[in-house]
């Protein structure tokens, strides 16, 4: 009996943890469609000016800050970098098509 | 001159975007540090109640749910699921982490 009692306890527990996921999840969607309406708007106008689509420094900048960001909040940097790297896969994808809409060749 | 000007405005505009974007991934990365945290204690949890790590029931929820979310808010769903397995490789690896540590073998 209080091993179900303990089994008991213990999935409420897990479905308090999963609500708090599931908070957190819908906060991250948000963050993030809000990050790409910036980088849309950021390659329409890179498009519109001729400005390179790729800019390594900024590029290393946003790394370094976010690997620190992440090391005083106790999330692994590596984890971060990653992170910051998988979405900027998607934003680089999102660039192209607007330059291809636009007629733009890539400048590099 | 004009050009100049015009040139002049687009670095600034770029900049306000900018200033958006590192907001935005200082909130991405404390929600995903947030998100860890409920996961880890998730992992300890498990493996102190022999729990099985994986639970596709649950997992294919959160997908469906995050889609819905993503479409809402002009997300690609696409790009909503791929960050989510992203997500959940990262918390596998801590999961196994856990359950090594508790010397709980993996029951699949």
């Known amino acids: 009996m209080n091993e179900e009692k303990d089994m008991a306890d213990a999935r409420a527990i897990l479905a308090g943890y999963r609500a708090s996921i ?3 999840d819908a906060a991250l969607i ?4 809000e990050r790409f309406r910036c980088t849309k708007a950021v390659g329409v106008l890179k498009a519109e000016h001729g400005l390179p689509p ?14 620190q960001l992440a090391n005083d909040a ?6 971060a970098e990653k992170f910051l ?6 934003v680089i994808r999102h660039h192209e098509q607007i330059a291809a809409a636009n007629g733009v060749t890539k400048t590099g």
Do not use: G, S
């Open 74 to 79: 106790h999330l692994d940097p590596d984890f």
């Open 85 to 90: 790297n998988f979405v900027i896969r998607e």
């Open 22 to 24: 599931d908070n957190i």
């Open 54 to 67: 790729a800019d390594p420094a900024r590029e290393q900048q946003q790394i370094a800050r976010l690997r």
């Open 30 to 33: 948000h963050m993030l469609a």
